[in-house]
């Protein structure tokens, strides 16, 4: 059986939290049901299409790359060290990598390809995609109870109007990106 594998990433945007990265490696002998786009799926259909892919990948995997690492590396390079993670902790090395986007992360005997919009083209980057977005969505959920007063839970770190003004209210703490704006323009 040749191993495919499909790699994504979650969290570029958003002021606070981390990046994460998902590989995934899909049997091709059971087909998920409306795999696509994470961000075009809603958060309860998300949460059971990642259900199914736990259940029916021949194996999936996320890793994460830290607020901090996000300003020292940039968010660019930050993702690429989340999917290099991610594809590191597989336990078979796969034969071929497609990475959703331009850019691949650099990994030594690893066959990488960048295939833009690569999510909504491959089941596997799908399936990456889907798991990537709940379990950084899960760890934003998480955060919202150490810190409430940001309302976490609902934007999950992107920049709302409202997370902005909250920032503005209760100011920047070690969950923010701070080379992000307006972040870096509140400090």
Not at 21 to 29: G, R, T, Y
Not at 81 to 97: E, F, T
Not at 140 to 160: D, I
């Amino acid at each position: 059986m040749t191993l495919i594998c499909g790699v994504d990433e979650a969290g570029r945007g958003p002021l606070c939290g981390p990046v994460f990265a998902s590989a995934v490696i899909l049997d091709d002998n059971l087909k998920i049901k409306n795999l696509g786009d994470s961000k075009k799926i809603s958060p309860k259909k998300r949460k059971e299409i990642y259900e199914e892919i736990k259940i029916n990948a021949f194996e999936y995997t996320f890793a994460a790359a830290s607020v901090e690492e996000i300003d020292k590396l940039n968010i660019l390079n930050a993702s690429l060290l989340a999917m290099k993670r991610a594809v590191l902790m597989l336990s078979k090395r796969p034969d071929k990598c497609f990475v959703d986007g331009i850019y691949t992360p650099k990994i030594v005997g690893c066959n990488l390809t960048a295939i833009i919009k690569g999510d909504t083209l491959f089941p596997s980057i799908s399936a990456a995609s889907i798991v990537a977005k709940v379990e950084r969505d899960k760890f934003m959920e998480s955060l919202h109870l150490l810190f409430p007063q940001y309302e976490l839970n609902t934007h999950k770190g992107y920049p709302t109007k409202k997370h902005i003004s909250l920032i503005k209210k209760f100011g920047v703490n070690k969950i923010y990106r701070k080379t992000f704006k307006p972040v870096k323009d509140l400090i």
